[in-house]
């Protein structure tokens, strides 16, 4: 079944076509993978995928549904979740406030003041935070509830941002470059996180320059260079997909 259907998509900025004529699938259920060189589109896809942008040309559906005018809250109340390039946690308040404001959508409201911890806490806020701390402890963040997001090493910040994204019981979940900046014991974490999220039946599409921990954990990959779908099929036939090669070669930036 199609969880994700992308048509013919094409982004133009200033006389840049960022993306051609795009058309992706993501099947429910799977890891699919995006990859591509430097300035290759895979950002500008996920903008306009999760309605941070919009195509000059072009459809996408999600669960069946129109959603290319849609703006992001309404996108991501349908069920689509998202991690940034940049870390996007509030690095001020602890950690599971962090996940519990990333269930926000789902409290009858008073969320913030969960966080003040008042006697007369709501039923539903009782929940989330046991929610909360479910997700905080599959991460592996559950000692490290009550500390400041800030406070924490880089790594366990980019799952906390994960988890948050989590917390909003997405059926699909945009991971944009998730292991940028770990170390390779944290890369590995992730992915089996990543995998253990699919168990849990949440569809991943995730853009990684990491190519080793794409290959590992996707089912399918796609490859973009200079805005064009130049190969698309199994981790293996992508590896050894000719195009691919010579993309990588010349690539401007080598990352
Ligand atoms: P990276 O791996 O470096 O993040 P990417 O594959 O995500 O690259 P994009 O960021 O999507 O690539 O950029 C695709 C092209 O579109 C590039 O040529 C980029 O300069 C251009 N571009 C992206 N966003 C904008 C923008 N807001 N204004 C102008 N040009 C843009």
Not at 122 to 136: D, G, H, N
């Amino acid at each position: 079944m199609l969880l994700l259907s992308i048509e013919e998509i094409t982004k133009e900025y200033d006389g840049i076509i960022a993306l051609d004529r795009i058309s992706l699938k993501v099947e429910k259920g799977s890891i699919k993978g995006l990859i591509g060189p430097n300035g290759a589109g895979k950002s500008t896809l996920f903008h306009l995928i999760s309605g941070v942008e919009k195509p000059d040309l072009g459809k996408i559906y999600f669960k069946g549904r129109e959603i290319t005018s849609m703006e992001s809250h309404e996108i991501s109340a349908l069920g689509m979740g998202r991690t940034f390039q940049t870390l996007q946690i509030w690095g001020n308040m602890t950690v599971v406030e962090n996940i519990m404001a990333g269930m926000n959508r789902r409290l009858k409201g008073g969320l913030f003041s969960c966080g003040l911890w008042l006697p007369w806490i709501r039923r539903s806020e009782k929940e989330a935070l046991k929610e909360a701390k479910e997700i905080l402890d599959s991460l592996g963040l559950l000692g490290k509830w009550e500390s400041i997001a800030s406070q924490l090493p880089y790594g366990k910040q980019k799952l906390l941002e994960l988890g948050r994204a989590l917390a909003m019981k997405p059926e699909l979940l945009l991971l944009d470059e998730p292991a940028s900046g770990l170390t390779l014991a944290e890369m590995r974490q992730l992915s089996e996180q990543i995998s253990q999220i699919r168990q849990e039946g949440v569809t991943v599409f995730i853009v990684e320059h990491h190519m080793g921990m794409v290959m590992e954990i996707a089912d399918k990959i796609a490859v973009l260079h200079h805005g064009e779908l130049i190969a698309e099929g199994t981790p293996e036939a992508v590896r050894r997909n000719p195009q691919v090669i010579e993309a990588y070669l010349t690539r401007r930036n080598p990352n």
